[in-house]
């Protein structure tokens, strides 16, 4: 990659000001290093646009001298996709943070890239409206990097992941023009769907600078329960169960042995039912009008299925049940680099790749530890691997472990995207047709590599 030399870095100062051209070792570490810790990248510079005409003025530069950018919003992302690994310069997204009125009439908000979620959420509540993806990085993740990995969370149950809220984007390509189209038609069939086709494209082919999003109805009256099951097997057949007779379903998530006794440990909390389980699952059920009985119901249904319930109606009682599964990613951390293994298995294969998981695992790397939890209503188990001293786990372990997913007829990502971290394992989910097509829509749209080259779908000079 061509350097920055001085007239190029003056370039792109002019656009953004100085103060927001950083170049200082310990101005840009922090847009280097990703959540984990275990994608650790170098950049030149980082670049803090205000407005999508300072981001298309710095993509049109840096195509022309032929320098690739990599797009960053909050830097949450858990697949190494959003830190310069090739020591791309980092266009930082976080000042497009404004949120346009919201659209009552069509139920629908235009917000700009690096608006967070938690904002989002409380820009919209006033109206009783809420934002169809919720996860617990929500203080710090932007709507522009949600769009960018399509992002799911603990309502795709109800609502779908990020792709299912996106009626529109404004969009600067790779060569510097912009694309725009916020109106929020809930129809519009006139041809190819360029809001979707960026959902997912883990900022490799444009840059998201603003999106028009659908709301749903904010649901005040609230239901969470915990459920203890003796087997994995079980907590699959109740998933199904509840799926069917919960109309109300809001959230269904679970937490295996090894993520529960590390979570309770970390909030220094005992498991609040069935001490003894071997998972777990938090269900939710949202409405307009009290959901405890239809969710009570529902779980009276499954009989002897279930071990032990507890129940949360207030929103104390709930957030008490809820710490146990919000708080698992912050208490691996604190473990030491884990690989993070997200992926989905058909419902009938779910048990067993719980099970087998453990001893796949250890076949690799006799020291390594597995943490698994996850969002059961989908499908998607959240897999980690922690090697001996919460060391990186040998390599090996990932192959394994995705192969394994592959074999079962499973996805190697549900939620988090390819990133740099799976990018070689991409196959594995991915027909050599399918691969062929995304280099083609990768080449059509960014020629020169400019955006994020590394991530997702390598870009190859012709
Ligand atoms: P970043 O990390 O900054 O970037 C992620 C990717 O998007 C990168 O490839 C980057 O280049 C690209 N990108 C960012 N902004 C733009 C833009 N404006 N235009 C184009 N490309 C862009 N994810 C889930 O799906 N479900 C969860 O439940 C979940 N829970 C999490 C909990 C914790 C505690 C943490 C730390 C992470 C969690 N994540 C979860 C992962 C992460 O929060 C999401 O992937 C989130 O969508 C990333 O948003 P971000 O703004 O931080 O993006
Ligand atoms: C979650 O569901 C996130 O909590 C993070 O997707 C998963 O830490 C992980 O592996
Ligand atoms: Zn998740």
Redesign the pocket.
């Known amino acids: 990659m061509p350097s920055i030399d001085k007239a190029l870095f003056q370039e792109f100062e002019a656009i953004v000001g100085a103060t927001h051209a950083l170049h200082q070792d310990e101005l840009v570490a922090s847009y280097t290093t990703d959540w984990t810790g275990r994608f650790r990248g170098h950049t030149p510079l980082v670049l803090r646009p205000g407005d999508t005409e300072e981001v298309a003025q710095i993509v049109s530069v840096a195509a022309d001298a032929g320098i690739a950018l990599v797009p960053q919003g909050g830097n949450t992302g858990?697949v190494g996709g959003s830190v310069p690994l090739g020591g791309e310069i980092v266009l930082s997204l976080l000042r497009l943070d404004g949120c346009e009125p919201v659209d009552v009439l069509a139920q629908q908000v235009t917000l700009e890239a690096g608006v967070t979620l938690a904002r989002a959420q409380s820009h919209v509540s006033p109206f009783n409206l809420d934002v169809g993806v919720d996860?617990?990085a929500r203080d710090s993740c932007t709507i522009g990097g949600m769009i960018a990995t399509n992002a799911g969370g603990i309502n795709v149950v109800r609502y779908g992941p990020m792709r299912d809220q996106l009626l529109g984007v404004e969009a600067v390509m790779a060569d510097g023009s912009t694309i725009s189209r916020l109106e929020g038609l809930e129809k519009d069939n006139t041809g190819y769907h360029l809001p979707g086709l960026l959902a997912g494209s883990e900022g490799s082919l444009a840059v998201i600078t603003k999106a028009r999003l659908r709301l749903h109805p904010h649901l005040e009256e609230r239901c969470s329960a915990m459920l203890a099951f003796n087997s994995v097997q079980d907590a699959v057949s109740a998933t199904a169960q509840l799926r069917h007779s919960v109309l109300d379903l809001q959230a269904v998530e679970v937490i295996f042995r090894g993520a529960m006794e590390l979570v309770s440990d970390y909030i220094s909390t005992s498991i609040p039912v069935g001490s003894d389980a071997s998972a777990w699952l938090i269900v939710e059920a949202a409405s307009t009008s009290d959901p405890t009985d239809q969710l009570a119901g529902a779980i009276d249904d499954l009989g002897t299925l279930v071990m032990d319930v507890a129940v949360g109606r207030d929103s104390a009682s709930r957030a008490g049940l809820w710490q146990f599964r919000e708080k698992?990613?912050e208490a691996?951390a604190t473990q030491g680099t884990p690989h993070?293994l997200?992926v989905t298995l058909p419902a009938s294969r779910l048990a067993e790749f719980v099970s087998e998981i453990p001893q796949i695992v250890e076949t690799v790397d006799s020291g390594a530890t597995t943490v698994m939890f996850?969002?059961l209503g989908d499908g998607n188990v959240?897999v980690?691997v922690l090697g001996r001293g919460g060391l990186e786990p040998d390599e090996g372990v990932e192959s394994a472990v995705l192969t394994y997913v592959a074999h079962l007829g499973g996805s190697i990502s549900a939620?988090?995207g390819i990133g740099t971290a799976k990018k070689d394992f991409l196959h594995l989910s991915r027909s050599e047709a399918e691969l062929d097509i995304f280099r083609a829509i990768k080449s059509s749209l960014d020629p020169e590599g400019i955006l994020s080259p590394n991530t997702l779908i390598p870009y190859e000079h012709q």
Request: proline fraction near 0%; hydrophobic fraction near 35%.
């Open positions: 858990l996860l617990a698992i990613t691996i993070k997200d996850g969002h959240h980690n939620e988090h």
